[in-house]
């Protein structure tokens, strides 16, 4: 009924402004996964536009601007740690560069704790693309991270909708 959709809708986004910011955080990364699918980048034109976009409403529409901040430095710091890791271990990096600002994005969007459930749950995905893979007998030189995580924001802000997970903003 619509007095369910609308009591889902105040519960999980609670104003205009939470509806506009996820709305705006789909598109992008919807559109970031696409990019990145098939040019193998995560393009700076669409990542850090993204997060100066997400932190003004946060702003604007009183979402808590400083929970945006915080989430986007979380989610610079968690692969810039496991960067570091890597980088002594192997030699290599963990996370490419686009990957560090579309994570800091969703930061900005979700927040510190969804933030991290985004990137628990792209972990998940990218395991179980890295096994079929393997299974598959198909190598490819890299890995796309992005589309993972963009498919991790749409579990995340589904799970929302249904009610599995508390409010989202």
Do not use: H
């Amino acid at each position: 009924s619509s007095s369910a959709a609308s009591d889902v809708y105040k519960r999980q986004v609670g104003s205009e402004s939470g509806a506009i910011l996820l709305l705006v955080l789909l598109g992008t990364v919807a559109l970031v996964s696409v990019v990145e699918w098939r040019r193998g980048a995560i393009p700076n034109a669409l990542t850090l536009p993204g997060a100066t976009v997400a932190l003004v409403i946060r702003f604007v529409g009183n979402l808590g601007v400083l929970k945006g901040v915080a989430g986007c430095l979380l989610l610079l710091l968690v692969p810039a740690a496991i960067n570091a890791i890597c980088r002594r271990r192997r030699g290599v990096d963990g996370f490419s560069p686009g990957v560090f600002k579309l994570l800091a994005m969703v930061g900005a969007f979700f927040g510190p704790v969804l933030g991290l459930a985004v990137l628990a749950v792209a972990w998940g995905i990218e395991l179980v693309n890295i096994l079929f893979l393997l299974v598959s007998g198909y190598r490819r030189p890299t890995v796309e991270f992005g589309p993972p995580i963009c498919a991790a924001v749409g579990a995340i802000v589904l799970s929302a909708w249904l009610g599995w997970v508390g409010a989202i903003l």
